[in-house]
């Protein structure tokens, strides 16, 4: 599968819901600034120990590889891995551009990896990649696996139920609607964040030490609304070709989304929660 290479996606059953182009970067960039305090929180509340070798599978724009290395310091290596070489890659070179210290790199798969390699990791983290997986648990298993004795796994993800557009209008919910039905089209799990001690019960990992459930509202000054209707057009290409929207359907949402954020009527978003659970390893 090429996913790295901005193609299509190659079949219905098989593919990253969200696509690989330029704007879907820039809008993963936008979308980390929104969680970086609920990641901040729950890495704290964990207990990130400085010089720790980090791990940030499904690394995506490498925004919590650049708040591993605050938390943990200089002396700590943070690795990111994502099955997109190309975003990987470019986002290695602004981390070490822009923050110097010891970043690295992996194009990796968690799916059709056996194992994740460089282990043991002090800390192995992910964020909002579980929902794209057809196979949460194992990936969840072969994060546990990657953890030093003493060491911690730290997940974060969706409960997509809460995202909603304010005041309601038909339609207005398609972007979550979408890209629910789409996940799920693709054999994905759409609501893996109240579901993670679940998964991780399954994973053989034991129960988180504790879970926390982050969210907020957006409004269109704070430019959170765009993010969300930039769900819409990555899913798009994935959703046309699994059936789950119409063109039609998806350009009627456009207009009317662009004619009411141009208005002064009352406009607001609900996000989804995020919810974070953390364990540690026993030595
Ligand atoms: C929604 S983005 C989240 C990015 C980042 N974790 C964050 O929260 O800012 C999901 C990321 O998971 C990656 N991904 C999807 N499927 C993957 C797989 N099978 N193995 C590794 N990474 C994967 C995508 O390429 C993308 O970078």
Same mark, same amino acid.
Do not use: N
């Given at each position: 599968?090429?996913?790295?290479?901005?193609?299509?996606?190659?079949?219905?059953?098989?593919?990253? %819901? /969200?696509?690989?182009?330029?704007?879907?970067?820039?809008?993963?960039?936008?979308?980390?600034?929104?969680?970086?305090?609920?990641?901040? *929180?729950?890495?704290?509340?964990?207990?990130?120990?400085?010089?720790?070798?980090?791990?940030?599978?499904?690394?995506?724009?490498?925004?919590?590889?650049?708040?591993?290395?605050?938390?943990?310091?200089?002396?700590?290596?943070?690795?990111?891995?994502?099955?997109?070489?190309?975003?990987?890659?470019?986002?290695?070179?602004?981390?070490?551009?822009?923050?110097?210290?010891?970043?690295?790199?992996?194009?990796?798969?968690?799916?059709?990896?056996?194992?994740?390699?460089?282990?043991?990791?002090?800390?192995?983290?992910?964020?909002?990649?579980? /929902?794209?997986?057809? =196979?949460?648990?194992?990936?969840?298993?072969?994060?546990?696996?990657?953890?030093?004795?003493?060491? &911690?796994?730290?997940?974060?993800?969706?409960?997509?139920?809460?995202?909603?557009?304010?005041?309601?209008?038909?339609?207005?919910?398609?972007?979550? =609607?979408?890209?629910?039905?789409? /996940?799920?089209?693709?054999?994905?799990?759409?609501?893996?964040?109240?579901?993670?001690?679940?998964?991780?019960?399954?994973?053989?990992?034991?129960?988180?030490?504790?879970?926390?459930?982050?969210?907020? *509202?957006?409004?269109?000054?704070?430019?959170?609304?765009?993010?969300?209707?930039?769900?819409?057009?990555?899913? &798009?290409? %994935?959703?046309?070709?699994?059936?789950?929207?119409?063109?039609?359907?998806?350009?009627?949402?456009?207009?009317?989304?662009?004619?009411?954020?141009?208005?002064?009527? &009352?406009?607001?978003?609900?996000?989804?929660?995020?919810?974070?659970?953390?364990?540690?390893?026993?030595?």
């Amino acid at each position: 599968m090429s996913h790295g290479s901005g193609c299509a996606i190659p079949g219905p059953d098989d593919g990253y %819901a /969200l696509g690989a182009t330029e704007q879907e970067y820039e809008r993963l960039r936008r979308q980390a600034q929104v969680w970086a305090e609920a990641t901040e *929180m729950i890495l704290r509340r964990a207990g990130v120990p400085k010089g720790a070798r980090c791990l940030d599978i499904g690394s995506g724009p490498g925004e919590v590889m650049r708040q591993f290395r605050r938390l943990a310091g200089p002396s700590a290596t943070v690795t990111g891995m994502d099955i997109d070489g190309v975003l990987g890659r470019e986002s290695l070179r602004r981390l070490r551009d822009e923050e110097g210290g010891s970043f690295e790199f992996r194009e990796l798969d968690i799916e059709a990896a056996d194992r994740i390699p460089g282990g043991p990791y002090g800390v192995v983290f992910t964020r909002l990649v579980l /929902l794209h997986l057809r =196979d949460p648990v194992a990936a969840v298993r072969k994060m546990y696996e990657a953890v030093a004795p003493g060491g &911690l796994l730290v997940v974060q993800d969706y409960d997509l139920r809460t995202w909603e557009t304010l005041p309601s209008f038909e339609d207005g919910d398609l972007p979550r =609607d979408v890209l629910m039905a789409t /996940l799920r089209a693709g054999g994905k799990e759409p609501l893996i964040g109240p579901k993670l001690p679940e998964i991780f019960r399954a994973a053989g990992v034991p129960e988180p030490a504790e879970c926390r459930q982050s969210g907020g *509202m957006s409004f269109r000054k704070d430019g959170g609304m765009e993010i969300g209707l930039g769900v819409l057009r990555s899913t &798009l290409p %994935a959703a046309l070709r699994l059936g789950v929207v119409t063109q039609e359907r998806a350009q009627r949402f456009f207009a009317t989304m662009e004619e009411r954020m141009r208005s002064d009527e &009352l406009l607001y978003q609900v996000a989804p929660t995020m919810v974070g659970a953390w364990v540690r390893k026993p030595r």
